[in-house]
């Protein structure tokens, strides 16, 4: 079973950046991150596929956070911005990145990202 860890979460001022990283034990091929604020659903940020040709972004991040294999670089961030951040990762090759959490097999255990305004 592959463990995720995920890293760099904290509090940062409206503005700020911030990037998070995830560390895999094992083999691992797409990867995403999903977040979830107090009282509100997970919700799916990005994506990236298994050789980083396919990326994928929620609306609300778009032009604001990239993601690449290793990191998720958040930029202009905002109050709204606050939540658990969740690492996740395939066991497939999947061609193009997913927003869908169903298609991710293993999770990390989250980070929690505070932006005060």
């Known amino acids: 079973q592959v463990q995720l860890v995920e890293s760099g979460g904290g509090l940062v001022q409206a503005g700020g950046s911030l990037r998070l990283a995830c560390a895999a034990s094992?083999?691992?091929?797409?990867m995403g991150w999903f977040r979830q604020a107090l009282g509100k659903e997970r919700e799916f940020v990005a994506g990236?596929?298994w050789i980083g040709t396919s990326t994928l972004y929620a609306d609300s991040v778009k032009g604001r956070f990239t993601i690449s294999r290793e990191y998720l670089q958040m930029n202009n961030l905002k109050p709204e911005d606050t939540a658990v951040y969740y690492c996740?990762?395939?066991?497939?090759?999947?061609?193009?990145?997913?927003?869908?959490?169903?298609?991710?097999?293993?999770w990390g255990q989250g980070t929690q990202v505070t932006v005060s305004s």
């Open positions: 996740a990762a395939t066991n497939l090759r999947y061609s193009r990145a997913s927003a869908r959490a169903q298609n991710y097999d293993y």
């Open positions: 990236i596929n």
């Open positions: 094992g083999r691992t091929f797409g």
